[in-house]
């Protein structure tokens, strides 16, 4: 695991992909999962969507991504569930790559959602009436631009509109400092030991 | 006097440190992997320069992309396959963690192999970097799908920093009726509810109608809590659970079992705990389910018209709802009995196990599958094929006009390799019926193992209680 760039405040334009349930098949199929690499996965990303012929990566243009407003997008605006089904980090990977920073969303399918933080990128719930809205402006203006402040917990966008989100502090820490999990948690080493020792008295049918 | 949950109670006997805003580390204590998400993540432990902590208690299986071919080797028909199953084997033997490979006798789904090994134990922790890990929880384990990342995390501390689910009950009252299993009261559930009907919770599943399900079928129903978005399923283990653990070759035994025992006796949710939400299904009310659409959450009894977006008051999933009957091509207003099908397939660590096989063998026996229909069983793993075949189960899918095919994941996903084809309408027991989910353009209808077994009979979609009456 290694540590991210460190994400406290981004501005970016934002693209709005309203389908609920869009699961990680959709985000990238199986198929394209060629390699066994977490690199260049952009190319794959709603790759069903994103392409009328994925053999000869044709482009579909009616998919939102291929228009030239929405090309440089780095905040996706998104439907209920957003993420759900199959667990494979190679999602985030894929929009990671493509230079997705932020999603914002209803909710997201829960691995999913972990999987965002640890590879930095901030998913951000809001009410659904708060998302729909951000849609809107995206769709009366392509190509706007919206900012997020992490420390501030807020979205804002040109429009005035100003939204507070909520995040766990660890979440939040994580992705602000760009930590890495493992060497946070191997600080707390001599707590893990004394814990183990005790649990093998406990549950000793546990450890082989 | 305690008032604490089954999950309340497994959490904090594995809480290790408070983290603060609700989050905690939480010890791990089973890690599972296979090759198309694990390999990656030892691979990446490696090139960090760190080693896996404990690997006696981490497992290792080659499922997803494996051939199901007899005779098969590390060769698949996915482009680039060959590669994860050789570097997943090779990190996995440089790491010194237990491996089931592709000819071992014990070879299978990750999920199934798991519980028929004995590995999962009521009241552990286990997680594994697939998201149908939640099937243990029929076992009365905490076990939850992770990212490769977090997979590494674990791999490397024996530990995970996990935020403090919300707690769910969801209480099927009652007894099933003739012909409804397992599959249909968890499609009913989300059905009901939606595919994000559970997010955010851990979501515990009582009442008669699961005390009485064998473990088999517990794991079945477990295993697509994550397809109601929950963060994982669970059931309080008993004498049935009980039995089933003992004397599996990973199970404890002698004066451990006993000890064992008595501890897990101690793992069920206190009389007065407090759920943030509960969910009564009276059981009595469940017909065989069948989805029609492209998310689980479209799905319907069996005998019951395919809804119309027209009733439906939200635009989204009136927009979800109308995208879906076209990429299906079924109609609304009108049943999904009747309608013809080119393929059924059981398999996947939903409907594989050799209770799953039983029930569908027996409806299938003596019988021949409709004209045309391509019919598939890929048993859970390699332990259910050889108790499948000394049962004779083997040779009623053959006569049957079945393919019978080494234990995989196999084609409940498309990953390139084996698919159903642009079109077809295929008739599962699998988890998943998203778009392209089992080949480019596939429809797929996700039942139960009995649903799938007579509508292949009749080479269209059958209500499996009425089979009878139609022969």
């Known amino acids: 695991m290694s540590a991210n760039t460190p994400l406290d405040q981004h501005t970016g334009v934002a693209v709005p992909l309203m389908r609920i349930n869009i699961d990680t098949d959709a985000i990238i199929p199986s198929r394209e999962m060629k390699r066994v690499s977490k690199e260049g996965l952009g190319e794959a990303l709603f790759a069903n969507w994103r392409y009328a012929d994925v053999t000869t990566r044709r482009e579909n243009p009616d998919f939102i991504l291929n228009q030239d407003a929405y090309r440089q997008a780095s905040i996706l605006v998104a439907g209920d569930n957003f993420g759900c089904g199959s667990s494979r980090e190679h999602a985030v990977w894929a929009l990671k790559d493509f230079g997705i920073r932020v999603i914002v969303a209803p909710s997201f399918g829960s691995i999913f959602y972990g999987n965002c933080v640890l590879n930095g990128i901030l998913p951000i719930r809001l009410a659904q009436s708060h998302v729909e809205a951000l849609a809107a402006e995206i769709e009366a203006q392509p190509g706007v631009r919206f900012s997020v402040d992490l420390v501030k917990q807020q979205l804002?966008?040109?429009?005035?509109?100003?939204?507070?989100?909520?995040?766990?502090?660890?979440?939040?820490?994580?992705?602000v400092e760009g930590l890495d999990g493992i060497a946070l948690t191997q600080q707390r080493d001599a707590e893990i030991v004394s814990f183990i020792a005790a649990d093998r008295e406990q549950r000793p049918w546990v450890y082989r | 006097?305690?008032?604490?949950?089954?999950?309340?109670?497994?959490?904090?006997?594995?809480?290790?440190?408070?983290?603060?805003?609700?989050?905690?580390?939480?010890?791990?204590?089973?890690?599972?992997?296979?090759?198309?998400?694990?390999?990656?993540?030892?691979?990446?432990?490696?090139?960090?320069?760190?080693?896996?902590?404990?690997?006696?208690?981490?497992?290792?299986?080659?499922?997803?992309?494996?051939?199901?071919?007899?005779?098969?080797?590390?060769?698949?028909?996915?482009?680039?396959?060959?590669?994860?199953?050789?570097?997943?084997?090779?990190?996995?033997?440089?790491a010194g963690v237990n491996l089931f490979d592709i000819n071992d006798p014990n070879q299978?789904?990750?999920?199934?192999?798991?519980?028929?090994?004995?590995?999962?134990?009521?009241?552990?922790?286990?997680?594994?970097?697939?998201?149908?890990?939640?099937?243990?929880?029929?076992?009365?384990?905490?076990?939850?799908?992770?990212g490769s990342t977090e997979a590494e995390h674990a791999l490397a501390t024996t530990t995970l920093p996990i935020l403090r689910p919300k707690q769910m009950r969801v209480?099927?009252?009652?007894?099933?009726?003739?012909?409804?299993?397992?599959?249909?009261?968890?499609?009913?559930?989300?059905?009901?509810?939606?595919?994000?009907?559970?997010?955010?919770?851990?979501?515990?599943?009582?009442?008669?109608?699961?005390?009485?399900?064998?473990?088999?079928?517990?794991?079945?129903?477990?295993?697509?809590?994550?397809?109601?978005?929950?963060?994982?399923?669970?059931?309080?283990?008993?004498?049935?659970?009980?039995?089933?653990?003992?004397?599996?070759?990973?199970?404890?035994?002698?004066?451990?079992?006993?000890?064992?025992?008595?501890?897990?006796?101690?793992?069920?949710?206190?009389?007065?705990?407090?759920?943030?939400?509960?969910?009564?299904?009276?059981?009595?009310?469940?017909?065989?389910?069948?989805?029609?659409?492209?998310?689980?959450?479209?799905?319907?009894?069996?005998?019951?018209?395919?809804?119309?977006?027209?009733?439906?008051?939200?635009?989204?999933?009136?927009?979800?709802?109308?995208?879906?009957?076209?990429?299906?091509?079924?109609?609304?207003?009108?049943?999904?009995?009747?309608?013809?099908?080119?393929?059924?397939?059981?398999?996947?660590?939903t409907n594989a196990r050799l209770s799953d096989l039983r029930a569908a063998a027996a409806i299938l026996k003596g019988q021949r599958v409709a004209t045309g229909i391509k019919a598939i069983c890929v048993p859970g793993s390699s332990r259910v094929k050889q108790a499948a075949e000394l049962e004779?189960?083997?040779?009623?899918?053959?006569?049957?006009?079945?393919?019978?095919?080494?234990?995989?994941?196999?084609?409940?996903?498309?990953?390139?390799?084996?698919?159903?084809?642009?079109?077809?309408?295929?008739?599962?027991?699998?988890n998943r019926n998203f778009e392209n989910r089992q080949g480019p353009g596939t429809r797929s209808h996700l039942a139960s193992p009995a649903t799938v077994a007579a509508s292949a009979l009749k080479g269209q979609i059958t209500d499996v209680r009425r089979l009878g009456r139609q022969r």
Not at chain 2, 414 to 420: D, H, K, L, P
């Open chain 2, 392 to 430: 004779g189960l083997h040779q009623v899918f053959i006569d049957a006009g079945f393919e019978w095919r080494e234990s995989g994941c196999s084609m409940c996903f498309f990953a390139g390799g084996e698919s159903f084809g642009q079109g077809e309408r295929v008739i599962t027991t699998t």
């Open chain 2, 1 to 94: 006097m305690s008032h604490a949950t089954l999950v309340e109670k497994i959490w904090a006997q594995h809480r290790i440190a408070d983290l603060g805003g609700g989050s905690a580390l939480l010890l791990i204590d089973r890690v599972f992997l296979h090759e198309r998400t694990g390999g990656i993540a030892l691979q990446g432990l490696a090139a960090a320069g760190r080693a896996v902590r404990r690997p006696q208690q981490v497992f290792c299986t080659m499922d997803h992309i494996v051939d199901t071919f007899p005779g098969r080797g590390d060769a698949t028909r996915m482009p680039g396959g060959t590669a994860f199953i050789t570097s997943t084997r090779a990190a996995a033997l440089e």
């Open chain 1, 156 to 175: 804002s966008t040109p429009a005035g509109k100003l939204a507070e989100f909520d995040i766990s502090a660890a979440d939040k820490r994580m992705l």
């Open chain 2, 108 to 146: 299978g789904i990750v999920h199934v192999v798991s519980a028929e090994q004995g590995i999962t134990l009521p009241g552990l922790t286990q997680v594994c970097p697939d998201s149908h890990t939640c099937t243990l929880g029929g076992l009365g384990a905490l076990a939850w799908g992770i």
């Open chain 2, 171 to 349: 209480n099927f009252l009652g007894r099933l009726g003739r012909g409804v299993t397992a599959k249909d009261m968890i499609l009913k559930l989300i059905g009901l509810h939606g595919a994000s009907g559970g997010v955010g919770y851990a979501v515990e599943f009582a009442g008669a109608a699961v005390t009485s399900l064998p473990v088999e079928a517990r794991l079945t129903l477990c295993n697509m809590a994550v397809e109601f978005g929950a963060w994982t399923g669970i059931i309080a283990p008993d004498d049935a659970t009980f039995e089933y653990v003992s004397g599996r070759p990973y199970a404890p035994d002698g004066v451990l079992w006993q000890r064992a025992v008595d501890h897990w006796r101690s793992l069920a949710s206190d009389a007065g705990a407090a759920f943030d939400r509960e969910i009564d299904i009276q059981a009595e009310t469940i017909a065989p389910q069948i989805t029609w659409g492209t998310s689980p959450q479209h799905s319907i009894s069996i005998d019951e018209p395919v809804p119309d977006p027209q009733s439906q008051p939200d635009e989204k999933r009136r927009a979800a709802m109308s995208r879906a009957l076209a990429y299906m091509a079924v109609e609304p207003g009108r049943p999904l009995v009747g309608i013809p099908i080119d393929a059924a397939f059981i398999g996947s660590c």
